[in-house]
């Protein structure tokens, strides 16, 4: 019979950090290892994965639930769940060092089903926008840096491929979930809708706080970055719980500038793929696939670039996915026919895919102190909130400066390239801050 996971105690975080001496430093990695794979795969695909549907109910609000609401007042449910999918990082990040997995499974799986139950009930949009947008955007936050967190722990020695395997499931959520909601829209109804994804949440979720763990931490090494710490009553040293002395160090802060400027522009073509296509004679049902088409090569990106970090850099890697990022938006604008613009958006989700995924396993790279690692990705992560909030907005105030009748799509293809450009520009910057050599492998 098959057991479960161990997880890791209160005390394990805060207290007595020993150098960590199980099979997974002698080369054997431990099943509990596999099992956090698995409950990290879920617990992405329940989170950043199911954000990739949000196109679907996007569509069905503007036609039949609030036909009377503005498509850009529906667009803002969207982009605020999306920027605290990514803004809470910057607590739960710090959160999962301290106390480990299990509670914040625990809050994710619950918090998730309970606002799943609480939007079925929604029928107006300010409803809409504070359990859909607020609530829900929240409670999937605790899905991502955590259980990243873990699996690159347990795999210490193969930390971006682990990393890689878990951030699949937000492709194929991106591909699986439209799907599903499209379904079940036509044939039960919203409310249903909502309970019957809560009800599929609540039993993955469940099954992932069952196995995610993480292994004992190892003694602490020095930080990229000196730590600030102060002594508690009993003369022990006590961290404080963000790791904001990190952005001292050049390539860290470099790193998370890059991101910043590449994510204002990684929306254009992932939101408006589909009506960028009609303008050039995408069909009905090409305009309805495009999204998934996109999300499925973007499997492609998030399974492979994150696994060759140890062979060419987490940064050198990140800098040649913003770069073909920024080359197919600027390519975008000399495409005319479908077959251009679905070509542009499939190789896209190949760049994007890797965009998005390389963060952790790049600041694993740079980070040595691994019991700060949560910390460390979160803050990268919760700096994409703004851009991603900001960013499609700003794509649709620059398509409509060409008018209702004739969207600029060109000027967004090159607000889009510009944006990934300054990425570029910072993560080089990054590279070269942490070796001169342009042949180095960082």
């Not at 956090?36 to 329940?46: E, T």
């Not at 969207?407 to 607000?415: V, W």
């Amino acid at each position: 019979m098959i057991s479960r996971p161990s997880n890791e105690t209160k005390e394990s975080f805060n207290v007595g950090i020993e150098e960590e001496e199980n099979d997974n430093s002698q080369g054997q990695i431990p099943k509990e290892a596999y099992y956090s794979l698995i409950g990290g795969w879920l617990s992405v695909f329940c989170g950043f994965g199911f954000i990739n549907a949000f196109g679907v109910f996007q569509a069905y609000y503007e036609t039949s639930y609030l036909p009377q609401t503005s498509v850009s007042s529906i667009a803002w449910i969207g982009s605020v769940q999306t920027f605290f999918l990514f803004a809470s990082n910057l607590v739960t990040g710090p959160l999962v060092d301290r106390f480990g997995p299990t509670p914040i499974s625990f809050f994710y799986a619950t918090s998730v089903a309970v606002t799943c139950m609480i939007v079925s009930l929604c029928t107006r949009y300010w409803q809409l926008l504070l359990a859909q947008g607020f609530m829900l955007g929240i409670s999937l936050s605790a899905g991502y840096v955590p259980p990243l967190t873990c699996a690159m722990r347990w795999f210490k020695n193969r930390y971006p491929m682990a990393a890689a395997i878990v951030l699949t499931a937000s492709s194929i959520g991106g591909v699986v979930w439209p799907l599903i909601v499209r379904h079940l829209l036509e044939s039960v109804g919203f409310g249903w809708t909502w309970r019957i994804i809560g009800f599929i949440d609540l039993v993955l979720l469940s099954l992932a706080v069952w196995l995610l763990s993480a292994p004992p931490l190892e003694e602490r090494q020095s930080p990229v970055v000196a730590t600030s710490t102060k002594d508690d009553h009993n003369g022990q040293q006590k961290r404080s719980l963000f790791y904001l002395e990190l952005l001292k160090d050049k390539p860290y802060l470099f790193l998370v500038l890059a991101n910043l400027c590449a994510y204002f522009g990684l929306s254009y073509i992932l939101f408006y793929l589909p009506t960028w296509g009609a303008s050039v004679g995408f069909s009905d049902t090409l305009q309805a696939y495009s999204v998934s088409i996109l999300n499925a090569t973007s499997f492609v990106g998030r399974l492979v670039l994150p696994s060759v970090i140890q062979k060419f850099g987490g940064l050198n890697t990140t800098l040649a996915s913003m770069f073909a990022a920024a080359v197919l938006n600027l390519a975008g604008i000399a495409a005319h026919s479908s077959a251009g613009v679905l070509m542009v958006g499939a190789f896209y989700g190949i760049a994007m895919g890797g965009v998005a995924s390389l963060q952790p396993p790049t600041v694993a790279s740079l980070v040595t102190d691994r019991t700060r690692l949560g910390a460390a990705a979160g803050q990268l992560i919760s700096a994409c909130a703004i851009p991603s909030l900001l960013g499609p907005p700003v794509c649709g105030w620059i398509m409509a400066s060409g008018g209702l009748d004739r969207p600029n799509y060109k000027a967004a293809n090159a607000y889009a390239g510009g944006c990934y450009t300054l990425g570029v520009i910072f993560a080089l910057l990054a590279k070269l801050s942490k070796d001169r050599s342009l042949t180095a492998a960082v």
